[in-house]
């Protein structure tokens, strides 16, 4: 593992972290914008650069965005008088600590059957985005036009979902 | 520790962090919050096998990468819309003051 490994993972980490454990809102998503960085990062030390940069056109550039906007929206930003965390918030703490150590336990105890060489002289995959516009116009076409559609579908979904409903509030 | 172990374990432990983000935050946004950081988890660990797969030239694990971000996004759009939308109706987004389904 190399040391770049280790910095980028502790930044996604701790970005992570902060997301979840800071009680004001707005500082949640500052964070969450880190750990989203982080992972771009990370995505690109893989030499996945097109997933890279579209997580930071995607996540960084439109999510943390709306994120922001929800919580200036709905006043979310002021930070509540009493607890930020649920009443059985010990529950959720030991599930999730539960998940995490069975994850742990079958990624280390599946080393062998793991694809790869495992070292660190793996082949960088010659991949470019041609390639991925190609096969995102030849195989995955019809993938492509149905999330086309999912996105429409959201779209008009939020916007309804959202909207001001006048008639009904009489 | 091969590479692809140290991403996998990175994966786990981002996953169980916004597992208990969205498990133990009272508010909605925060939920939601938690639920992104699971899904790029998830991301991770399909680029890290990609990456150290046997065949990286098909593109099945970045593909299968490019078309989850989309329907992450799509996802927010429409989680946080939901959002909103209860705000306006009960005035807060606090799950725990939200104990019924009849508006």
């Known amino acids: 593992m190399s040391i770049v490994f280790y910095v980028i993972a502790g930044l996604a980490v701790a970005g992570a972290l902060a997301a979840v454990l800071l009680k004001n809102t707005?500082?949640?998503?500052?964070?969450?914008?880190?750990?989203?960085?982080?992972?771009?990062?990370?995505?690109?030390?893989?030499d996945a650069q097109f997933a890279g940069f579209a997580q930071i056109l995607v996540y960084i550039g439109a999510v943390?965005?709306?994120?922001?906007?929800?919580?200036?929206?709905?006043?979310?930003s002021e930070t509540p008088k009493d607890t930020v965390y649920s009443r059985n918030w010990i529950v959720g703490l030991v599930t999730a600590a539960g998940i995490f150590a069975m994850l742990a336990w079958a990624v280390l105890h599946s080393a062998q059957a793991l694809?790869?060489?495992?070292?660190?002289?793996?082949?960088?995959?010659?991949?470019?985005?041609?390639?991925?516009?190609?096969?995102?116009?030849?195989?995955?076409?019809?993938?492509?036009?149905?999330?086309?559609?999912?996105?429409?579908?959201?779209?008009?979904?939020?916007?309804?979902?959202?909207m001001h409903e006048k008639e009904s509030a009489k | 520790m091969t590479p692809l172990i140290g991403y996998l374990l990175l994966a786990a432990l981002l996953f169980a962090i916004g597992l208990a983000g969205a498990l133990t935050?009272?508010?909605?946004?925060?939920?939601?919050i938690g639920i992104e950081l699971m899904l790029n988890a998830a991301n991770l660990n399909?680029?890290?096998?990609?990456?150290y797969g046997p065949h990286p030239e098909a593109l099945t694990g970045m593909m299968f990468a490019i078309f989850s971000i989309a329907?992450?996004?799509?996802?927010?759009a429409v989680g946080l819309g939901l959002v909103i939308s209860i705000h306006r109706h009960?005035?807060?987004?606090?799950?725990?003051?939200?104990?019924?389904?009849?508006?």
Not at chain 1, 34 to 45: K, N, Q
Not at chain 1, 64 to 76: M, W, Y
Not at chain 1, 134 to 153: K, Q, W
Not at chain 2, 25 to 32: F, G, T, Y
């Open chain 1, 26 to 46: 707005v500082h949640c998503a500052l964070a969450l914008t880190v750990a989203f960085a982080g992972l771009a990062l990370m995505f690109l030390e893989l």
């Open chain 1, 64 to 76: 943390a965005i709306l994120v922001v906007f929800a919580i200036l929206l709905t006043r979310g």
């Open chain 1, 115 to 162: 694809p790869g060489p495992g070292g660190t002289t793996a082949a960088v995959p010659s991949v470019t985005v041609m390639d991925i516009g190609n096969a995102l116009m030849s195989r995955y076409v019809l993938p492509l036009e149905i999330v086309a559609l999912l996105l429409t579908a959201a779209l008009i979904g939020a916007v309804i979902v959202a």
């Open chain 2, 25 to 32: 935050r009272r508010n909605a946004i925060l939920v939601l």
């Open chain 2, 46 to 51: 399909l680029i890290a096998f990609w990456r």
């Open chain 2, 71 to 76: 329907v992450a996004a799509a996802e927010a």
């Open chain 2, 90 to 103: 009960a005035h807060t987004t606090d799950l725990d003051a939200m104990n019924r389904m009849k508006g």
